[in-house]
């Protein structure tokens, strides 16, 4: 795969997402949009998740059978839809046939899963996006550590130690994760918003080839260390903008440690005001939830509104 040419529409002009994030100004980010009270992962989710005052739309994107995009968190539409299967074995017209708000709630029926560019098109004028590749990373355990998948010798600025920096606990498949990172690219400047956006997951592979195809576009890599130091370090040698530790290793410590490596830190804080208050007296940058109101009161109540 040959990584996407072209320069950056006008739409990309006026402040990019990487200067945003290179100010350090603390950011409210919907995760999944607002997931606490809309289907996760939808056009109603992020619309709900604007009005509630969040400046990123957070979502998870897959690939179908015939090479589109679409927003969904699962491999599998089982949990989140009227249907199952594996995600990439169905075609965009099978995913859209599918119900993606009943199971959230009567009057939900009849929400279908979005595709990236209807979630571009709509909203990147909007909102920051945070879109984070979820197709080929895998748990495993380090008892029983993954091999490392091999990278193809031709990818610039990938080598196979990226892959092993996480073999132990999440194995990537490359194979998969970057013809997913060339088709978001391909979107994302399709509609204009390459630089509306960063581009997120844990597999470190994937990141590296973006950082070598597009590296005017940010990278966030997800890490489920408990001791950020080695991933700070890694991920500011690799060029990605970005660390997102689990909201358990949010401590002063792992924070200075990304600070100190030049990087912003993003946490997940699910629907939690204890965790979202504690995020925000570490210093991180942004935290991301399914409650955007309740982090906009939060921080209003804070005097930082």
């Known amino acids: 795969m040959h990584p996407p040419l072209g320069s950056p529409s006008p739409a990309d002009a006026g402040p990019t997402f990487r200067a945003v994030l290179k100010s350090r100004r603390f950011l409210r980010v919907a995760h999944r949009g607002a997931s606490a009270y809309a289907p996760e992962n939808t056009l109603e989710a992020f619309e709900l998740a ?3 005052g969040a400046e990123v739309l957070e979502l998870d994107v897959h690939l179908t059978r015939d090479n589109e995009v679409v927003v969904i968190h699962d491999a599998r539409v089982d949990r989140t839809t009227d249907g199952r299967g594996e995600v990439q074995a ?7 046939a599918l119900d993606a708000g009943g199971w959230f709630g009567e009057r939900w029926r009849d929400v279908h899963i979005p ?5 571009l098109e709509r909203f990147a004028g909007q909102a ?3 879109i984070e590749l979820k197709a080929g990373i895998a748990m495993s355990f380090p008892s029983r550590p993954s091999a490392p998948p091999p990278v193809h010798d031709a990818l610039p600025g990938v080598s196979t130690t990226l892959a092993q920096m996480r073999g132990s606990l999440m194995a990537e ?6 013809p997913l990172a060339g088709r978001v690219l391909e979107v994302m400047e399709q509609t204009g918003a390459l630089l509306r956006g960063v581009i997120s997951g844990f597999g470190a592979v994937a990141l590296a080839w973006i950082r070598a195809a597009r590296p005017d576009v940010p990278t966030q890599w997800a890490v489920v260390s408990t001791d950020v130091a080695d991933d700070a370090a890694f991920a500011s040698r690799a060029g990605f903008d970005v660390l997102s ?19 912003a830190v993003h946490i997940c804080a699910g629907d939690s005001e204890e965790t979202m208050a504690r995020l925000i007296s570490l210093g991180v940058d942004a935290v991301k939830t399914g409650r955007p109101d309740r982090l906009r009161a939060l921080l209003s109540a804070l005097g930082r509104a």
């Open 50 to 52: 604007i009005a509630q």
């Open 115 to 119: 595709t990236l560019r209807e979630v």
């Open 245 to 263: 530790p689990q909201a358990y290793a949010a401590t002063e410590r792992n924070v200075s440690r990304a600070h100190d490596a030049g990087l």
């Open 90 to 96: 169905m075609t965009l017209a099978e995913i859209k």
């Open 128 to 130: 920051w996006i945070d």
């Open 173 to 178: 498949d490359p194979t998969v994760t970057i």
